[in-house]
């Protein structure tokens, strides 16, 4: 289906933060497969384990146990903080699973008509329900009916928040991204986090951090909103988890780890040994190389390099975000830098517009963060001194 506006680019194979085209060509991978791949591509102790995965027990069936299951899940648990684990296959699934919970916690409570506080700038996925929860009006156009049940206030205003609150006593969540991905590397800032928190804790709310994005190392903490020193209740994760190969989960601590009951959920795929594996090696790996502290000192450096390029030239609105998940705002729309940037050898994407996006592969070097600004800073130069079309 003609689904993606591609590049004319075919890739081949790729090896740390390098891919090459089915003409040999290198470039440097600064898009990381949209923050997927968390140990670039074809890391030498995943690539093994996976194989021997592959080679031993791939798929069986949620009828059984699954001890990798149980053993990501503590782990995820560990670092969380939080108590039960569900794994699916992607991140809108994710968000599909925190949803239902939403409702369900609910329904529960005699509220047969659960509602969902969502945010401006959201994005949460492209399924029926997500899309309705998501924020962009193009994601919404032909789609119609949406998926009633979500009221949308600003970000970072807990007025707004409270008011919404006030005016719609059967909202029962509170679900945002802690770092807006699509939307265009939009933080919500550490005082919004914990008044959310303190909120939902008075009124019994579930607190949702759609962790899709931002989750998993990217920002220098295992999960963004550790930034805060907050928990949330439910925590949809996705993109990074598996470094590659396909996995959702949603991570829930007390007020909603048991919502969800037997007959009440579930998935053919989720949560198979080899995901599941996936999984219990990234974060591993991740561990094991301090991949934490490296995203944060890379990536600042990388920020620091962006800023000292593009500070103050005229059409630079800002340089954001955090760790590995960096934007460069623009004032006007730049998808035309894409192909600039592929035939520079360098990938990034561009989100919301006018937001050159920066998420690549935890492992990224100085050397090669700092060969990602050299590229990036003149061509964003060039564009802006360009007349506007
Ligand atoms: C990518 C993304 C999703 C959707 O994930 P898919 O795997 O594409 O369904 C949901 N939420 C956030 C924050 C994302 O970045």
Redesign the pocket.
Known sequence: MQTYGRLPIALARGEGCWVWDVNGRRYLDGLGG?AVNTLGHAHPRLVPALQEQVATLMHSSNYYHVPLQEQLAAKLCELSGLDVAFFCN????A?EAALKIARKFGNDRGNHNPEVLVFEGA????SIA?LSATANPKIHAGFGPLVPGFVRVPLNNLAAVEAALDAHPNITAVFL?TIQ??GGINEARIEFLQGLRRICDQRDLLLML?E??CGIGRTGKWFAHQWAGIRPDVMPL??GLGSGVPI?AVVCGPRAAKIMQPGNHGTTFGGNPLAMRAGVETLKIMEEDGLLAHAALVGSELKAALKAGLDGVPGVVEVRGQGLMLGVALDRPCGALLQRAADAGLMISVTAERVVRLVPALILSREEAAQIAAILVPLIKTFLSEPQA
């Open positions: 949209i992607s991140g809108l699934e968000n994005f949460h996925g492209r997500t991204e991905g699509e759609d899709v994005q996705a993109k959702g």
